[in-house]
């Protein structure tokens, strides 16, 4: 891989894409090697995980790699990222210094940021991890900020397993579901850009056109459609979307005209707690494959007939975020 960091697949070309996947692939049938040993990576969540840290710990681990876990604000010091402010307030030191003092120890760094839920058009500029590329010295990798690359190849690692590896002109249904909270467009952003970059013909399946994607990913995705030979398309009409899918994706996310602003963006997600994932809606498929990125609510965004269906690849999609990040670790200390 020729890139520096590992931010968005839409920094990668095609062919990067497809060797990412076929060594992951490769570590799946053989999960050992050395292609980190006497290596080290820092992992810095600013927010909960699960799946993100043990993958990324165990993917170093097996590779012959070193991981040191952080938690800003928690068991490190609280970092600032604004560039020319008056650190009069809670933050400790920059991310100018964290950065440059971590690639002196480390010859990775992955950073899981959310957004903060205030102000789109703040969190959409990626702040923190864009920070962290720009002063660090050494790779580093996005483990979920506002989009979540790893999640995207691992998705596509397990649509791949079950379906081929050409997964052109599959019907690709991506569905919001509905939740009690508002959540990060991260998984949905990502699901977009690669189906599209798949070639799959892709539904963007949303309530309202309140709940459309960014305008950028929407573009990327358009984009990346062209030149794959595939489609996108979006719909608020349930049974429609379904019909002949082969692919349903479910993930719940906010509305971005109404971020910050939950209080009103409530009544409309109220609205439509039917957008759930379940067998009805399943039997419309073309014996569609189901997955979500996880964690999940059972019987909120997906029924427990859907989950526990042979239809049901989350587990496979899960495990593959193993794989995948060993590629993407592997791949980036090769070539640099």
Known sequence: MTLRHFITTQDCSRAEIDALLAQAAGFKRSPGGRQLAGKSIALLFFNPSMRTRTSFELGAYQLGGHAIVLSPGKDAWPIEFEVGTVMDGDSEEHVAEVAQVLSRYVDLIAVRAFPKFQDWAVDREDQVIKAFARYATVPVINMETITHPCQELAHVLALQEHLGNDLRH??????????????????????????????????????????????????????????????????????????????????????????????????????????TVDAQKMALTNHGLFSHCLPLRRNVQATDAVMDSPACIAIDEAENRLHVQKAVMASLLATH
């Not at 970059?197 to 309530?207: A, E, K, S």
């Open 170 to 275: 599959r019907k690709y249904v991506l569905t919001w579901t509905w939740h009690p909270k508002p959540l990060n467009t991260a998984v949905a952003n990502s699901a977009l850009l690669i189906a599209t970059r798949m070639g799959m013909d892709v539904t963007l399946l949303c309530p309202t056109p309140d709940y459309v994607l960014d305008e950028r990913y929407m573009a990327f995705g358009r984009r990346n459609a062209e030149e794959n030979g595939g489609s996108l398309t979006v719909s608020h009409d349930v049974e429609a979307s379904y019909r002949g899918a082969d692919v349903v994706y479910a993930k719940s996310w906010g509305a971005l005209p109404f971020f910050g602003r939950w209080d009103q963006e409530k009544p409309i997600r109220e609205a439509h707690r039917h957008f």
